[in-house]
T-cell receptor, first 114, second 116 residues
């Protein structure tokens, strides 16, 4: 089934540890995104990539890094996790900038930093 | 910067009641796109609708309808004859057409609870 696969589904992480959240899509969408969802704040954009080889910062990029080596994969790395990074993380992709065909979201990664 | 405001944090209704979820947006772009997503208790985000700024026609899909008014910068969502399965968090979102506004910006969401 075409879509986005995120891994892991959930994770408990010790503060200070490094963690990479994985995101893979099989729709050949040009653009990919990482959002974090926090209660009362909705979804906020962390980083995005309009095409393979390029990335950009969203609203809340601090403490996170991304790479886009190919079209399908868009990993999100927390170099040194802090408790404020406890959140649900959603990866998304779009074709045509989301205008023509909207956005497809993964099922999320629930991350708890202790 | 663009912004989406969903002033209703939580709404509770009894099954079969109609309910309207409000969405007010801010953007400097003349071309923009508005979205509604549903997030049921299972957590996934379900796409409901996308509207373009140059198309103010209201839309109806079954029990769902959307009222887009550029004059008040609002894109409200009405569920007619609500059902328990409609219980979810609903997000309104905006995508502009220039610079950083070309990213999808979400409102804070409205938690809808439909009681049997």
């Amino acid at each position: 089934i075409a879509g986005i696969t995120q891994a892991p589904t959930s994770q408990i992480l010790a503060a200070g540890r490094r963690m990479t959240l994985r995101c893979t899509q099989d729709m050949r969408h040009n653009a990919m995104y990482w959002y974090r969802q926090d209660l009362g704040l909705g979804l906020r954009l962390i980083h995005y990539s309009n095409t393979a080889g390029t990335t950009g910062k969203g609203e809340v990029p601090d403490g996170y890094s991304v790479s886009r080596a190919n079209t399908d994969d868009f990993p999100l790395t927390l170099a040194s996790a802090v408790p404020s990074q406890t959140s649900v993380y959603f990866c998304a992709s779009s074709d045509g900038g989301g205008v023509n065909y909207g956005y497809t979201f993964g099922s999320g990664t629930r991350l708890t930093v202790v | 910067a663009q912004k989406v405001t969903q002033a209703q944090t939580e709404i509770s209704v009894v099954e079969k009641e109609d309910v309207t979820l409000d969405c007010v947006y801010e953007t400097r772009d003349t071309t923009y796109y508005l979205f509604w997503y549903k997030q049921p208790p299972s957590g996934e985000l379900v796409f409901l609708i996308r509207r373009n700024s140059f198309d103010e026609q209201n839309e109806i899909s079954g029990r769902y309808s959307w009222n887009f008014q550029k004059s008040t910068s609002s894109f409200n969502f009405t569920i007619t004859a609500s059902q328990v399965v409609d219980s979810a968090v609903y997000f309104c979102a905006l995508r502009g057409d220039s610079g950083s506004a070309r990213q999808l910006t979400f409102g804070s969401g409205t938690q809808l609870t439909v009681l049997p």
